[in-house]
């Protein structure tokens, strides 16, 4: 069956979402993304679209990048019904499935397939009516003495949605390899190429990616679409606001979607993201959730909110986190058939109507973290939601396997949190952040991170400096930062503790250290030991060989802090650092911290009406047009 033969009976219903299958590049752990199969129910792949279902074998397509989110389309769209499309060939049975918001299933109708060598089209309607609060459609294939064939299945609406023309935005430092990688698998998909009109890569990096081996074959597949922008290190929202830049000043698109250069693509998210926009009752922004990429079957991030009473991001409310697909599917586990409610999206991958970039403005000048959760916030006060699309996604690092609680990146959580804070959220934050600040303060100062408590008091004066600097730092403020951080021995790494002397402490010693305090008057007697530790002078010996080799996981404060040094890894395993105990850097560090804190209650607000006031300077086309000329 040929595309042809598709698109000839597609042309009075508008596709939502391809039924897709693993690609021949991919490994085996990510069949269950695609196919809930019995362990003995192995079926053949042949394309993107088409499996073989073998003989006496039951296949449901009840999996993530599969079944249809009802419950989603239900709440936030125009489509009232959704068909099902099926082309098969051979002898079996096709049946149709409905999951509740509890995760009980339903039968909703289904039939025999008896076609022999010939095609046959199989079809289903279903409404939406019942999805309100969430739930999923799905069907099964079974087979007893044939095998079943499948060419292609979509999932439509007879609804007229209006083609689009889409910009992809992508910003890429020194990360050749991936950015790559994923503009090959744009050019190589022909349905995205029918939709996509501009590809805007931001090049901040010293290392080009037009000097990769594989650029010019990217290049020869997307043809004109794709333009390289080559500027200084502006972070990924100097980056992103360039995609936004050069589509609403210089291309016609009707849609922007931003994706992070260092993810592995399945392209299909672009289109269903681009279908749900366009079917929606009202402009949106979509986002898509992210997947693992090193576990494949796992879903890392299913949506996200941020928390205006603590101004932390963390999981949406009934969102399921870390979930493997590979241990439970979808049909068995019921957390996943609830629709749950995002405040933002990361941009991984979020997509972007025209009209609510040009209401909201480009993003704020924060070089990195919190510019995607700002941006939805502003959009969302201008009566734009945000929306995470099941079903669209991207594999991506986990933040959980990342240094960036306390490597460089921690001065722009913290500056950016407190800009985010002042902005948007409409409690008195003082309390809560003096009492955060302070706290965390403390456990760094007590595991021996000199460097980031460093950095978190400069992000602390430069966001009390005001707004008007804000442009002048993006440039900047990341080598100030390293200088800072090269002062302290915490934040100089070598490749392994191995070129450390080894510890003098055994490991049954350090063992003994790691249990953690239980209860409130264990842990302030473990603070009062730990502080009254710090105060002393330190073993002399210890300044040249550690006590004990931590790992990540375990380098807590409770142990760290009644130590005099020890070698401890980084959480992503790429280096480890010899941090040491030095009483005079605490006392130091511990003023200026309280100083640092006292300021922030007595200036906050102050501080948040500067910061209100100067929110349309910060985010204005013409704002950003100087820096990119410049």
């Known amino acids: 069956m040929t595309e042809q033969d598709v698109a000839q009976r597609s042309d009075d219903q508008v596709v939502l979402q391809r039924v897709i299958l693993p690609r021949d590049t991919d490994p085996v752990d990510v069949r269950p993304l695609y196919l809930d199969e019995l362990e003995t129910a192995h079926s053949h792949v042949s394309s993107r679209t088409a499996v073989t279902v073998p003989v006496s074998a039951r296949v449901s397509f009840a999996a993530f990048f599969n079944a249809f989110p009802a419950g989603y389309w239900k709440r936030w769209t125009k489509v009232t019904e959704v068909i099902l499309r099926v082309n098969l060939r051979g002898g079996g049975r096709i049946d149709v499935y409905r999951s509740k918001p509890n995760g009980d299933q339903a039968h909703l109708a289904g039939q025999a397939v008896r076609s022999g060598a010939e095609w046959t089209t199989a079809e289903f309607r279903v409404s939406l009516a019942p999805f309100e609060d969430g739930g999923w459609i799905w069907f099964d294939l079974f087979t007893d003495d044939s095998t079943l064939e499948l060419a292609d299945a979509v999932w439509a609406t007879e609804l007229d949605l209006p083609p689009v023309k889409l910009s992809i935005g992508t910003t890429t430092f020194n990360r050749v390899d991936d950015c790559v990688a994923s503009l090959l698998a744009l050019g190589e998909d022909p349905a995205i190429l029918d939709v996509v009109t501009k590809v805007y890569v931001a090049d901040q990096g010293t290392k080009k990616i037009s000097g990769h081996p594989r650029f010019a074959e990217a290049a020869r597949l997307l043809g004109a679409r794709l333009e390289v922008i080559e500027q200084g290190n502006l972070g990924g929202s100097g980056g992103f606001s360039r995609a936004f830049y050069e589509s609403i000043e210089h291309s016609d698109v009707d849609q922007i979607l931003l994706m992070d250069d260092d993810i592995a693509l399945e392209p299909d998210s672009i289109l269903r993201a681009s279908a749900f926009a366009r079917a929606a009752t ?339 086309t013409e704002s950003w047009r100087k820096v990119f000329e410049n």
């Not at 909201?360 to 201008?382: C, H, Q, T, V």
């Not at 239980?518 to 302030?524: H, S, T």
């Not at 009483?583 to 560090?589: D, I, M, Q, S, T």
């Open 282 to 620: 009202s402009p949106m922004i979509v986002g898509s959730q992210m997947l693992n990429l090193q576990e494949k079957a796992q879903l890392h991030s299913m949506g996200e909110v941020v928390d205006l009473h603590s101004c932390y991001w963390r999981p949406a409310p009934g969102a399921v986190t870390k979930h493997d697909f590979g241990e439970e599917s979808l049909r068995e586990t019921p957390e996943l058939h609830r629709r749950i409610d995002s405040s933002y999206n990361g941009w991984w991958m979020c997509l972007f109507p025209r009209e609510i970039v040009e209401a909201n403005g480009l993003p704020l000048p924060l070089f990195i973290k919190w510019d995607d959760a700002e941006y939805s916030l502003r959009a969302l006060a201008k009566g734009y939601p945000t929306v995470t699309l099941p079903g669209s996604a991207v594999w991506h690092m986990p933040w959980t396997d990342k240094n960036d609680l306390s490597d460089w990146t921690v001065y722009f959580h913290l500056r950016n949190r407190l800009v985010v804070a002042a902005l948007h959220s409409p409690h008195d934050q003082r309390a809560v952040l003096v009492k955060q600040g302070m706290r965390n303060t403390l456990r760094r100062l007590l595991s021996m991170e000199y460097s980031t408590v460093a950095i978190e008091i400069k992000a602390i004066e430069d966001f009390l400096a005001g707004p008007d600097r804000l442009f002048d730092l993006l440039p900047t403020a990341l080598p100030e930062i390293q200088r800072i951080r090269k002062q302290y021995p915490d934040a100089q790494t070598l490749a392994s503790a191995s070129q450390f002397p080894p510890p003098s402490l055994d490991a049954v010693h350090a063992e003994r250290m790691l249990r953690p305090p239980v209860n409130p008057a264990k842990i302030a007697a473990q603070a009062s030991k730990a502080l009254l530790h710090n105060l002393r002078p330190p073993a002399p010996e210890a300044a040249d060989r550690p006590q004990v080799n931590v790992p990540a996981s375990s380098a807590l404060w409770f142990l760290l802090g009644n130590l005099d040094s020890a070698t401890v890894s980084n959480p992503d395993g790429s280096g480890v650092a010899f941090r040491r105990r030095d009483p005079k850097v605490f006392r130091e560090l511990s003023k200026q911290a309280a100083a640092a804190y006292r300021r922030l209650a007595t200036e906050w607000p102050a501080a948040r009406e500067t910061w209100r006031a100067a929110m349309p300077e910060l985010t204005s």
